[in-house]
C-alpha cells in the first residue's frame, strides 16, 4: 500500500485529494491546522489526521518526524496548502505580503525540506505542488498571490534538476477556476480605501471578472488529475487542470506581449 501526505486537507482541492486516494486503497496521511474539527475524513478508512499548520516550522518538523515515526514509508507528498491576497499592492502591509508567501511558498519548501532526508534514503518519492494558473499568467490587483506561485513555480522546475539524480520527482498541478472557498475563507483583500487614485480601476476590474465566461472546475476534478499525475510514470513537470489548459495554450499562442495586452484590454477596455 503507497501512502501520500496531503496538506491544507480540510477543504477544497486537499480534502477532495484524500477522499479520492483513500477511494483508491492508499494511506492518506491528511494535514491541516485544526484536524479535531474534522468529521468526514475522520470517519474514512486508511485516513490519519495530523495538526499541522505549513507556516510554523516547528511544527512542520514535529509533525513529519512523527509520521515518519507512525509510517514505514512515505512515497507522495502533496503541498496543496495556500490562500490567495488580492487587492491593490499599495494597500497591502508588510506583514499581509509576508503571510501570503509563508503559506504559498515559504511553507511549501519547508515541507518539502523536511521530507527530504527520507526520500534520499530510500533513493525515490515524489513531490507534487500546487500552484495555479496564476503562476504562469496573471490578473490585475492579484500581485502578490502570483508572486507566490510564479516563485512555486521557478522553485519546483529548478529543483527538480537536482532531485531526479537521486531518483526523487517533483511535478506541478496548476489548475484554473475551481470551485473552492479561495474567494471566501482562503481569500484576502486588501482594500483600496486610503488609495482613491485605484477606485475607478478597481471597479473596472470587478466588472469585468463578473462579466468572465469561466466554468470553474469542482475540487473532485483537480483531484482526479492529481491521482493522474501520481499514477501516470511520466516525468511531465507540469499540469494545467481545468481551464488553466486553455490559458495556458492561449499564452503560449500569443506570446507574452500579446497575452499581457489581451489581459489589459479585458479588464480596463
Known sequence: MKTIFITGASSGIGKATAKLFANKGWQVIATMRNPEKETELAQIDKTALYALDVTNKEQIESTVTQVLTDFDSVDVVLN??????????????????????????????????????????????????????????????????????????????????????????????EPGAVKTDL???????????????????????MSAMQSLDRTPATSEIIAKGIYDATVDGKSQLRYPLGDGQEIFDLRKKLGDDGFIEMTQSKFFG
Not at 183 to 205: C, L
Open 80 to 173: 496543496n496548502a495556500g490562500y490567495g491576497l488580492m487587492g491593490v499592492f499599495e494597500a497591502t502591509c508588510i506583514d499581509q505580503i509576508q503571510r501570503q508567501f509563508q503559506t504559498n511558498l515559504f511553507g511549501l519548501m519547508e515541507i518539502t525540506r523536511a521530507f527530504l532526508p527520507h526520500y534520499r534514503k530510500k533513493k525515490s518519492g515524489l513531490f507534487i505542488n500546487v500552484s495555479s494558473v496564476g503562476g504562469f499568467s496573471t490578473y490585475p490587483f492579484t500581485s502578490l498571490y502570483h508572486a507566490s506561485k510564479w516563485a512555486v513555480e521557478g522553485f519546483s522546475e529548478s529543483l527538480s534538476y537536482e532531485l531526479r539524480e537521486l531518483g526523487i520527482q517533483i511535478k506541478l498541478i
Open 183 to 205: 474567494g471566501s475563507r482562503s481569500m484576502e483583500i486588501a482594500m483600496p480605501n486610503n488609495f482613491p487614485d485605484y477606485g475607478e480601476s478597481v471597479q473596472k476590474f
